[in-house]
């Protein structure tokens, strides 16, 4: 028995949650004389999930069947009953670290919907709020809320939209508002106002992140009868669309280069965004047009040769490559709509297999709590093999996500009934099943029944070493010590808790609704084209929500299920600006003229340039803006040094152009600086 405090929002969660007939447990909640709640975890009949799973073991690793069983059953135990405690522990210890009333962070300046990392504020100090942590934080609850109403639920997703609306308009060194730079910065005080030590900036993975978060929330508005929160969406899908292909610093904050991690979410964000846009009757065409791209370049970051995705490329090459971060790219863009798709990383894709594999192993050796575990059986995890942080440990977060990719397969191999073995992805699944071989093996075949069984032990395998080295009241620290197994660095670290609770919704059997990668998977033809579309930045207006906010069973619900193609919205033309200028490192070509999509001469709005196909022989600057069709155009480029206080004009008469009417061919301009 436990007894523990059960705020309103967990009573509410966990019944629901747990009446569903894919849960194998009951929840029994009851309120003794102390106020506390007893939590009583009660085992029913095995779900038809876990049945499979029983019946199909199989002598796959050299132990006699009845041993394979026993310590298969044994397995599902352990990590049943462990969950059973852990859930009400990691939904209140997450809300604690949510403002303004958390209990780790209540009175202390942190307002409504802002999640701070951990209340920890020494040793490590995380008592900030990152962009991208908050963004998957609330993905998660938006998720969690879909799942299972409660209007304490909503009111969080309510106040983490107002707070990021207010939070967009705040300037900081990465920049400001007006070319949309600023959306980059990866952190902020709790209370909303700038963090100006140094730091990794920008990081580009925030924008796209907090878009999914929001876009997750927004789809559940409109589902529902009600508009969505568009405008901080949309200047975090045109951050997305305008920056991508712009170097940034790692999911770690540690290298500057190109991240797997950004680029997927990146890919997600302009395809989920496209998706609710159509339905909203809001602009796309920027987001479907680089989508493609973003899925092109996504491309070059897997080593065909050794089987596994180089996390980072452009920038931090004294790592290999063998990266957490793939597998938190995997299973963040899940969609059972794309099967197995290799391009968009599905988690039962051969290339995500296979790096699953390369990643995990990469661990096997190097830590010593992991010295000496089989190589079919689950380990501790960490964010990459040369990592120094804290002398280089083990996270929670790595080893729960290394579980939420297996359930994540299991779901789609169950559902589609066949697995799909390749070249690629051999090695992973003879770590398990040893007669495995290439081809589709269909439900009901030994093979099929022999890797269900296997992967579901390798998948509990995770949660069971995460439920070994957590803090026996059930506290998720960030890291693990590698020698040692004791939980350290930053005490009750809120993405800890996120990543344990999506784990275990997929081990569930919760399938969050999909974001259009089915219909995102086609690579364009050709080589990839550097395209970047950049767009106009305003301050998000303070939100207003109805007040009848809730589920409405006669609303006229619409469906947001298309991804719109092809040429929409041609009334705004495409014009790409390509300009030739020497720089030196610092320097920014921006392009400024007298129409609002070029500042209407204002310099402080000026669109900058991107340098992603400059060379030492081709300095060439370019950007595509959406420019209102028949406009007359009258523009200028300006060299920045160091900020706006260091601008200088290019010499000559205002350059001029018409823009034709509403076309959907792409307008360009080649100039040379003068």
Known sequence: MALLAVPNIIQDLIPAAASESINPWTWNLNLNAS????????????SKFALLGACAVQSVMGLPEHVERREANLLKRNVDDWINR???????????????????????????????????????????????????????????????????????LKNFVSSQAKLQG?????????????????????????????WGRPQRDGPPLRAIALIRYAKWLVENGHKAVWPTIENDLKYSAQYWNQTGFDLWEEVPGSSFFTIASTHRALVEGAQLGAVLGKPTRAY????????????????????????????????????????????????????????????CSDRALSNHKVVVDSFRSIYNINRGIAQNKAVAVGRYSEDVFYNGNPWFLATFAAAEQLYDALLVWKAQGSIAITQTSLPFFRDHVSGATVGTHTAG???????????????????????????????LNEQIDRNTGQPIAAPDLTWSYSAFLTATARRDGYIPTGWGAGQATALPAGQCQKFEVAGNYNLPPTPVFPSNLTPAANAPVEQITAVPTGCTNPEKVFVTFNERASTSWGQVIKVVGNVPELGSW???????????????????????????????????????????????WEGGDNRAFSVPGPTCDVQNRWDNWR
């Open 288 to 347: 479907t047009a680089v989508a493609p791209q973003v899925l092109c370049f996504q491309q070059s970051f897997w080593n065909a040769r050794e089987g596994f995705v180089v996390s980072n490329i452009n920038g931090g090459e004294w790592r290999r490559g063998r990266d957490a971060n793939s597998i938190l790219a995997s299973i963040h863009n899940f969609d059972p709509s794309a099967g197995c798709d290799a391009n968009t990383f599905q988690p």
């Open 445 to 475: 075949s030994a093979t099929y029944n022999q890797i269900i069984s296997a992967i579901t032990a390798y998948a509990d395998g995770f949660i069971e070493v995460a439920s070994k080295y957590a803090h026996s009241n059930g506290a």
């Open 602 to 648: 204002d310099v402080n709005k000026a669109v900058p340039l991107s340098a992603s196909k400059y060379t030492s022989g081709d300095p060439l600057w370019s950007i595509t803006l959406p420019i209102q069709a028949g406009s007359s155009v009258q523009y200028k480029y300006i060299r920045i040094t160091n900020g706006v206080a260091g601008v200088s």
């Open 170 to 198: 705040v300037g900081n060194p990465a920049g400001g508002l007006n070319d949309g730079q600023g959306l980059g910065e990866p952190k902020f005080m709790v209370d909303l106002k700038e963090f100006t030590g140094e």
């Open 86 to 156: 852990e859930t009400p522990i990691a939904w209140e210890k997450l809300l604690c670290n949510i403002g303004p009333n958390g209990c780790a962070v209540r009175n202390q300046g942190v307002p409504a919907g802002v999640v701070v990392a951990s209340p920890s504020r020494s040793d490590p100090d995380y008592f900030y709020t990152w962009t991208r942590d908050a963004a998957l934080v609330y993905k998660g609850l938006a998720d969690a809320f879909r799942r299972n109403y409660t209007e304490d639920l909503h009111t969080q």
């Open 35 to 46: 106020g506390l709640y007893e939590y009583l975890p009660t085992m029913h009949a095995l």
